[in-house]
């Protein structure tokens, strides 16, 4: 035939053409090799969005496999390290009452309770009544608390008056999370399985067997065990 030959002669078939981890390597008519160009160098071609992501997912050519898992291994454990120290300091009776609407009102309130002092001295925290001992709860928890922290920028609570004014509403809402989890935080330190009604005192030794039989948790009697009760809230004879 008089046309030109095929790019795949001396000796070279389509099967024997070779393709590297790049792309295709082509051969010329003259038997040499072209410049080839890779996935890499085509998706490094875009821009925007979609290059960059392409070029996250494009293997390392500089640095072995071990080493990224190894920097990425002990990364990790070091941003761990730093949340989860972070997180539990938000968790200390310091951290709790660093705020004037705080120290100056509930704190007062709780430094006069059995759980703040009594004859065996252990005491229960902020945290240990209001933040959850499991991590999923625990976030949850952290996260509705930015409320708390918008209250504390726009100054809803930041006086007497207007803490009162709203006691009953937060401690309305904070008996309701605590009556939806069974009254999970005081069941950390209190469990009806582990009480022997029988060496308690007459009246608690009765109101226990009452909250046994009819399936009780522990907020449904215990309102105001650290915080005095708020003006207005219903009794339980009158609910």
């Known amino acids: 035939m008089g046309g030109r030959k095929p790019p795949y002669h001396l000796g070279i078939t389509k099967s024997s053409a070779v393709r590297d981890g790049a792309g295709l390597i082509g051969v010329k008519g003259d ?46 454990i070091f941003f761990w390290g730093g949340f989860n120290t972070g997180m539990e300091a938000t968790n ?30 252990v ?59 069974d009254s999970r935080e005081c069941r950390n330190c209190h469990s009806f399985d582990a009480m022997d009604v029988e060496r308690q005192k007459l009246r608690g030794s009765k109101m226990h067997k009452i909250g046994i039989a009819e399936k009780k948790t522990c907020i449904d009697c215990h309102k105001g065990i650290a915080h005095k009760k708020p003006k207005g809230m219903k009794e339980d004879e009158d609910e």
């Open 92 to 121: 200390t009776l310091d951290f709790c009452i660093s705020c004037h609407e705080m120290h100056d009102n509930v704190y007062q309130e709780y430094k006069k309770t059995i759980h703040y002092t009594n004859r065996t001295g």
């Open 31 to 76: 038997g040499s090799k072209p410049h080839t160009h890779g996935i890499g160098d085509s998706v490094m071609a875009g821009n925007g969005i979609s290059g960059f992501w392409a070029v996250l997912r494009r293997p390392s050519a500089k640095y072995s496999l071990l080493s990224l898992l190894v920097v990425g291994f002990f990364g990790g």
């Open 123 to 181: 005491r229960a925290v902020c945290s240990d009544c209001h933040v959850p001992k499991d991590w999923t709860h625990k976030m949850i928890r952290k996260i509705k608390a930015s409320g708390e922290v918008w209250g504390k920028i726009t100054g809803s609570i930041d006086t007497p008056e207007k803490f009162e004014a709203k006691r009953l509403e937060l401690a309305e809402h904070e008996w309701a999370r605590m009556k939806a989890s």
